[in-house]
């Protein structure tokens, strides 16, 4: 059964451009790089409720491949590099672990 995980970085007030900026220079060129992009369902900015959000959701085949993924990504240099600049734009970092619901759409 596929394991959803939804990852929530609360962005400290103010830096979101910067926040934006190092995903685009190199987070998410370093996902891609690696392949690590494959399981990823979308990533998102909050526009209402809690603002100064970054939300992404990804799409697992179980939880031993979550497990691979992150830590496969996580010894990855380049996205290291990337994690180690965005740290700091950083207030929190919440993970929600969803699975299906018997009925409805899937991603």
């Not at 240099?77 to 965005?86: C, I, P, T, V």
């Not at 700091?88 to 018997?102: D, E, M, R, T």
Request: charged share 20%.
């Amino acid at each position: 059964m596929a394991v959803y995980e939804l990852r929530t970085y609360q962005v400290v007030v103010g830096k979101m451009k910067d926040a934006v900026s190092a995903y685009n220079d190199k987070g998410w060129p370093a996902l891609q790089k690696g392949g690590y992009d494959k399981k990823l369902v979308g990533y998102f900015i909050s526009d209402t409720g809690g603002l100064h959000q970054i939300i992404h959701l990804w799409k697992f085949d179980d939880d031993a491949d979550r497990r691979n993924h992150w830590d496969s990504l996580f010894s990855n240099d380049d996205f290291m590099s990337f994690a180690g600049e965005l740290r700091p734009l950083l207030l929190s970092q919440q993970n929600q672990l969803l699975n299906a619901a018997p009925w409805g759409p899937h991603p």
